[in-house]
């Protein structure tokens, strides 16, 4: 009997290459046609091979006699509730792209982005062999500089996958992304990378294909929204900490500022400094169209947070 095993350096090469093509093309992409529908007795999500690939538990994390029980208490609710987010057709915010883009082209380090070069590493002192002190000091600023770098690999690296799906999703008129639900019933995006669930960079690069328009109601919530993203003013002035009509009087008053930030981002930097700056610069985009066009059709996702999360 004979028994084949790889080399341990074919092993590495392979593994290698592996997280090499990962980066470069994510195995779990958005999808550019609606997803598969769950049921009862069929997994959904993913189509082809990736459909089974992935499992057949809508419930992640559970054996199926406990998935099919999920399913089995209130079935219409949850799947309805799943298949209608996986229907939902999202596209880029090319704009967003665009910006992202030219920043990073700078080198950086601004609006949230990771700077493109390491830190420094302190230079070695002269007396280093004849003082203490000296040397104490020396190795705990570059291990503080090792760290750092360390951490901002980790950030360019999320940073660039984040921003290669979104590029590739840039040219499809309509994306779409598959979901699951862990044992607790939450609701998970199951691809990775550029998802509505992710980071400000992730957020800021979606909006909804299909668009609606902007009546009194519907300006009000997109003013707070544009107050919940930027948070702290440049005055200094938390507009989460004023009442939901003095965050939209805030936001009409300096509507001047907000459309100098979206007719020119990287000139009127003053949005860099907000508490999710791409996605209020995304707002700031939109502001800029309604101003333009009353009858202007909006796809910005309108973020409404809990008030009492915990309870769940």
Request: aromatic share 8%; charged share 20%; net charge neutral.
């Amino acid at each position: 009997r004979i028994t084949l095993a790889l080399a341990p350096d074919k092993a590495e090469y392979i593994r290698a290459y592996n997280a090499n093509l990962e980066m470069n093309q994510p195995c779990l992409m958005p999808l550019v046609i609606p997803p598969t529908d769950w049921t009862v007795d069929m997994p959904g999500g993913y189509h082809h091979a990736l459909r089974c690939a992935l499992g057949r538990h809508l419930f992640c994390g559970v054996s199926t006699v406990r998935d099919h029980a999920l399913k089995q208490q209130s079935p219409e609710d949850i799947l309805a509730t799943v298949n209608t987010l996986q229907r939902t057709p999202w596209k880029i915010n090319t704009e967003i792209l665009t910006v992202v883009e030219q920043i990073d082209a700078l080198g950086g380090g601004r609006a949230g982005l990771p700077q493109a070069q390491n830190y420094t590493m302190p230079s070695r002192p002269e007396s280093i062999d004849t003082d203490p002190e000296v040397l104490r000091k020396w190795k705990r600023a570059t291990h503080a500089a090792t760290q750092q770098n360390v951490r901002l690999t980790a950030e360019r690296l999320s940073f660039m996958k984040t921003y290669d799906v979104a590029e590739r999703m840039a040219q499809h008129r309509a994306i779409y992304f598959p979901y699951a639900a862990d044992f607790r019933g939450r609701l998970y995006v199951i691809s990775s990378h550029l998802t509505p669930q992710g980071d400000d960079l992730s957020r800021a690069c979606l909006l909804f294909a299909e668009g609606k328009p902007v009546d009194a109601e519907a300006r009000r919530w997109l003013a707070l929204h544009g107050a919940a993203m930027l948070d702290m003013t440049p005055q200094g002035d938390k507009l989460s900490m004023l009442t939901l009509a003095e965050r939209i009087a805030w936001i009409d008053a300096n509507s001047t500022r907000i459309l100098s930030a979206a007719n020119d981002p990287l000139g009127d930097r003053w949005w860099m400094d907000a508490d999710k700056p791409l996605q209020f610069l995304a707002f700031c985009f939109e502001w800029r169209n309604l101003a333009q066009d009353s009858a202007y059709i909006c796809c910005l996702p309108v973020s409404i947070d809990g008030t009492c999360n915990g309870l769940q």
